[in-house]
């Protein structure tokens, strides 16, 4: 079966202003995350994709638009079921806000239990996207044979939640995952189990450097969507 190279988008002004972007329209790359993208070709140049398949948010496209213009020939699909999670209410909210809402404790600490309101439960967001990934993962296979590999490009809690489902985890476990902008994960999949191969990979260990937290906070939470990397 085909090895998957997931992707999450390039750093965006939603993850530098601090907020829960979700499905909120117009939130681009900033200009790191913009290099990041750039970056991207060059990393993946010994890559043979077979298909690049993204979320149909602006954040993601832009992050694979050097990649297809170093790739002209790269088929390109679009996969509503790897978008982003539905935060409902709380998306274009600021997480400093969200931190002290009820809800926040469950999201971080049991996560299967949490829906957000107006929006969807973090179980209906993994089954979603797992589903979505066997369903390319026979698609590639079918058409470019079972030592295919190809890429999804789509966000942090998508990809952490598809980690925690390749290792068998508990989906109350996936906060404990890591997914910076612009990294990427490798799955390798066969018919009985997927192999983890590659986590988070940016190749820039800057993210590794302590950093200050605000008063108050023991640095001990999930960023919700996916924190925003290296300063």
Not at 1 to 8: F, G, K, S, T
Not at 10 to 20: F, I
Not at 128 to 136: G, Q
Not at 188 to 208: I, K, Q, S
Request: charged fraction near 20%.
């Amino acid at each position: 079966m085909p090895m998957l190279i997931l992707v999450r988008h390039g750093r965006s002004t939603a993850n530098t202003a601090g907020v829960l972007a979700g499905w909120t329209p117009g939130v681009a790359l900033d200009e790191r995350g913009a290099a990041q993208a750039a970056a991207l070709p060059g990393r993946l140049a010994r890559l043979p994709l077979a298909a690049a398949v993204t979320s149909p948010l602006q954040r993601c496209r832009e992050t694979l638009a050097p990649l297809l213009t170093a790739r002209p020939g790269l088929p390109l699909h679009t996969e509503e079921r790897i978008g982003e999670c539905h935060y409902g209410d709380w998306s274009g909210r600021k997480l400093a806000e969200l931190a002290d809402e009820p809800l926040m404790n469950v999201v971080q600490q049991h996560p299967s239990a949490a829906a957000f309101p107006g929006g969807e439960s973090m179980r209906a967001m993994q089954a979603r996207a797992v589903d979505a990934v066997r369903d390319w993962n026979a698609r590639i296979e079918a058409e470019h044979g079972p030592d295919a590999v190809y890429l999804m490009c789509s966000h942090g809690d998508i990809i952490k939640s598809l980690v925690a489902d390749a290792l068998g985890l508990h989906l109350d476990l996936f906060q404990r995952i890591s997914a910076e902008p612009c990294s990427v994960t490798a799955i390798r999949y066969t018919p009985t189990r997927p192999f983890l191969v590659r986590l988070g990979d940016t190749g820039d260990f800057a993210g590794l450097v302590p950093r200050e937290h605000p008063p108050g906070d023991q640095g001990g939470d999930a960023a919700v969507g996916g924190d925003a990397g290296a300063p």
